[in-house]
T-cell receptor, first 116, second 112 residues
């Protein structure tokens, strides 16, 4: 399977704990995105990488959230001091493209986070 | 004001009963409009990209069309396996580079 993969698929944690999610994009894709989706809503943009550079962060991404893509391949999203409001599906997507192109984004299966 | 609005929120059809889903957008400088299908507990699955008014794309029982302010997803003779949430998203010149702005989706249920 050469699609976007995410791990873990499910994470249950207690309020105040730190969690980290991993995303492996489609191998030839140089762009990687993180989104968050709550029940009954469409995905909301969190952050975007072009290769290893984090080029944009949403205001939804508070100081407790940090994302990295150290070698321009896989990415991690860490949430520190989790809150119950962080409970959501965290989606990763990837796309390929040259500068100025707007290619379709392919999504992974998501990581479902539950904060107790 | 929502930038992308999908209607109806939910739609129930009988197998074989054709219908359309609507996605209207208020953004200026549309760069692309995207349709996705999402099954419960899974990530969105890409269906179509539309770039300019008048463009149409087809895939099996689905056909997507685009005008200057809205897009339609037409479903012809649907089957129960077409049941899913259908999401519409836009990329636009006033938005940040490359991010997708999604609507809330239309939950489609097709009864046998």
């Amino acid at each position: 399977d050469t699609g976007v993969s995410q791990n873990p698929r499910h994470k249950i944690t207690k309020r105040g704990q730190n969690v980290t999610f991993r995303c492996d994009p489609i191998s030839e894709h140089n762009r990687l995105y993180w989104y968050r989706q709550t029940l009954g809503q469409g995905p909301e943009f969190l952050t975007y990488f072009q290769n290893e550079a984090q080029l944009e962060k949403s205001r939804l991404l508070s100081d407790r959230f940090s994302a990295e893509r150290p070698k321009g391949s896989f990415s991690t999203l860490e949430i520190q001091r989790t809150e119950q409001g962080d409970s959501a599906m965290y989606l990763c997507a990837s796309s390929k493209g040259l500068a100025g192109s707007y290619n379709e984004q392919f999504f992974g299966p998501g990581t479902r986070l539950t904060v107790l | 004001e929502d930038q992308v609005t999908q209607s109806p929120e939910a739609l129930r059809l009988q197998e074989g009963e054709s219908s359309s889903l609507n996605c209207s957008y208020t953004v200026s400088g549309l760069r692309g409009l995207f349709w996705y299908r999402q099954d419960p507990g899974k990530g969105p699955e890409f269906l179509f990209t539309l770039y300019s008014a008048g463009e149409e794309k087809e895939k099996e029982r689905l056909k997507a069309t685009l005008t200057k302010k809205e897009s339609f997803l037409h479903i012809t003779a649907p089957k129960p396996e077409d049941s899913a949430t259908y999401l519409c998203a836009v990329q636009w010149s006033g938005g940040s580079n490359y991010k997708l702005t999604f609507g809330k989706g239309t939950l489609l249920t097709v009864n046998p």
